[in-house]
């Protein structure tokens, strides 16, 4: 039945069919072709930091501090409003659309910075890389949660957000590459490597064409017949391969199709009909932000200025890090699967937090070496990295289908402001003191805003292992409260 009146009803077990097929070829393809932004956004950020020296001796740009640290703040802008932006266009257009339209503006962006030509035109670019990234968020999130069978929707959720240390170690690794002045010229090292994330994004556009739209975006704005072919599709490839599809468990969804859901009622949904899970969203994306990027975009400056490791050798200590960050939601995310949501999430944050205080004492005491220091780091983000993921996978999955994209831009958007601007700058003045016992203050403050996440996710937070979406979120289109 092909359905496009605003009150018209439709009955499907659509979703339940994509939920129990076994994980695939499909599932790889879904995971490689959009998981690619959280590898983007960990490049970027590497990036940023790494091409700081030579945009200040660029004969071109010749940019100082000030400049260097406005365009970082034009990066989280950008981020800021593209997510909120494509977000909302992501739950009223389609998440195909979006998913092409944020890459391709991405990928402009990023090649367009290479060209910069002075510090506007440079800020300006930054800003529009930011929108791509922050955009991706809202539509490839929503998609992947979407596509992926609720038994294994933590891990897969959980492993793709790690992907950004993949990111991180690739942006490390060849920046010491083409910033080495023996093998290009100063003003030319800088541009290659931000073709880095347009090469990357060039390769993996393609691929998403072979991606279709979301059934379950499709259902609720009428469009069932398109929706049913694209489930038998997939089906239809799966039993290519040989196996036995059983059938769908549980009732069928009866859902009012709508062309589009209304401002009022996706802000009703989220802050007054969702109002608890709002704060455990919020808790989580406020206390990883602040704990992850006050840490990590002054980790260098802890290096230098306490334990005098020369600047040049900074982006060595970067892949330890970088290691722990990545194993961490890989080794921990079927656990979250398996254990259980709560005690997960509630168990990573309170752990990061306790293990950071007693890092943090030692360090204030003179205790640690810059070797220990760094093994500290790797045991500390081995654990917060799978918490700081959990928080992306959380907001994502604890809204209605109507609302999710925006829901995702929303939470995404608080955090990255926060994260990118209170904690960089907060933890940046403490470690200007060359107090040991100043900064521990900050690490202080990140482990308290950790434990209170923590203690807010045991009470409050959603046991949403292994349930389909539309039980663990009613949809705002639902005709009954029973699905």
């Known amino acids: 039945m092909h359905t496009t009146e605003t009150q018209s009803i439709v009955e499907t077990n659509l979703p339940a069919r994509l939920d129990r097929l076994p994980w695939g070829r499909f599932h790889v393809l879904i995971v490689v072709a959009l998981g690619i932004t959280w590898l983007l956004d960990g490049l970027e950020v590497t990036l940023a930091g790494a091409v700081a020296s030579a945009l200040k001796t660029?004969?071109?740009?010749?940019?100082?501090?000030?400049?260097?640290?406005f365009a970082?703040?034009?990066?989280?802008?950008?981020?800021?409003?593209?997510?909120?932006?494509?977000?909302?266009?992501?739950?009223?257009?389609?998440?195909?659309k979006l998913f092409f339209i944020t890459l391709t503006v991405y990928l402009l962006a990023t090649a367009g910075t290479a060209f910069s030509w002075n510090f506007a035109s440079f800020v300006i670019f930054r800003a529009l890389t930011g929108a791509g990234i922050g955009g991706e968020y809202a539509a490839i999130n929503s998609t992947i949660q979407e596509f992926t069978p609720a038994r294994v929707r933590g891990w897969t959720d959980l492993g793709i957000n790690g992907t950004?240390?993949?990111?991180?170690?690739?942006?490390?690794?060849?920046?010491?590459?083409?910033?080495?002045?023996?093998?290009?010229?100063?003003?030319?090292?800088?541009?290659?490597?931000?073709?880095?994330?347009?090469?990357?994004?060039?390769?993996?556009?393609?691929?998403?064409?072979?991606?279709?739209?979301?059934?379950?975006?499709?259902?609720?704005?009428?469009?069932?017949?398109?929706?049913?072919?694209?489930?038998?599709?997939?089906?239809?490839?799966?039993?290519?391969?040989?196996?036995?599809?059983?059938?769908?468990?549980?009732?069928?969804?009866?859902?009012?199709?709508?062309?589009?859901?209304?401002?009022?009622?996706?802000?009703?949904?989220?802050?007054?009909?969702?109002?608890?899970?709002?704060?455990?969203?919020?808790?989580?994306?406020?206390?990883?932000?602040?704990?992850?990027?006050a840490i990590f975009f002054t980790y260098a400056l802890v290096l230098t200025d306490f334990y005098r490791v020369p600047g040049g050798e900074v982006g060595f200590y970067l892949l330890p890090f970088?290691?722990?960050?990545?194993?961490?939601?890989?080794?921990?995310?079927?656990?979250?699967?398996?254990?259980?949501?709560?005690?997960?999430?509630?168990?990573?944050?309170?752990?990061?937090?306790?293990?950071?205080?007693?890092?943090?004492?030692l360090f204030?005491?003179?205790?640690?070496?810059?070797?220990?220091?760094?093994?500290?780091?790797?045991?500390?983000?081995?654990?917060?990295?799978?918490?700081?993921?959990?928080?992306?996978?959380?907001?994502?999955?604890?809204?209605?289908?109507?609302?999710?994209?925006?829901?995702?831009?929303?939470?995404?958007?608080?955090?990255?402001?926060?994260?990118?601007?209170?904690?960089?700058?907060?933890?940046?003045?403490?470690?200007?003191?060359?107090?040991r016992s100043e900064v521990l203050t900050g690490y202080l403050v990140g482990s308290a805003l950790m434990l209170a996440a923590a203690l807010i996710a045991a009470i409050w937070g959603v046991d949403a292992e292994r349930k389909a979406l539309e039980h663990v979120a009613a949809p705002l289109s639902a005709v009954s409260d029973e699905i």
């Open 322 to 361: 970088a290691i722990g960050n990545f194993l961490g939601p890989l080794v921990l995310g079927r656990l979250f699967d398996v254990i259980g949501r709560r005690k997960m999430i509630a168990a990573t944050y309170a752990l990061s937090g306790l293990l950071l205080s007693g890092s943090g004492y």
């Open 164 to 293: 950004f240390w993949v990111g991180a170690g690739i942006g490390a690794a060849g920046s010491l590459v083409v910033l080495d002045p023996r093998l290009l010229p100063p003003d030319w090292g800088w541009r290659v490597c931000f073709f880095i994330g347009a090469v990357l994004a060039l390769i993996i556009l393609p691929m998403r064409t072979w991606i279709p739209e979301s059934p379950r975006w499709l259902l609720t704005h009428g469009e069932h017949d398109e929706a049913r072919t694209i489930v038998e599709a997939i089906e239809a490839r799966f039993r290519k391969s040989g196996h036995v599809l059983g059938e769908p468990s549980g009732k069928p969804l009866r859902l009012r199709a709508r062309s589009h859901t209304p401002l009022s009622v996706v802000l009703r949904a989220i802050f007054v009909q969702h109002r608890r899970r709002a704060v455990v969203g919020l808790s989580l994306m406020t206390a990883q932000a602040f704990f992850y990027n």
């Open 58 to 69: 660029s004969p071109m740009l010749h940019f100082d501090n000030t400049q260097v640290g």
């Open 364 to 435: 204030a005491h003179g205790m640690l070496t810059v070797t220990t220091q760094t093994i500290a780091w790797m045991v500390i983000f081995f654990f917060a990295s799978a918490a700081a993921s959990s928080a992306y996978l959380t907001v994502s999955e604890s809204f209605p289908l109507e609302i999710r994209a925006l829901a995702i831009a929303v939470f995404y958007a608080f955090g990255t402001a926060l994260g990118g601007i209170v904690g960089p700058v907060f933890f940046g003045h403490l470690i200007d003191t060359h107090q």
């Open 72 to 96: 970082g703040s034009a990066y989280i802008a950008g981020a800021v409003c593209g997510a909120l932006g494509f977000g909302w266009l992501t739950d009223r257009l389609g998440r195909r």
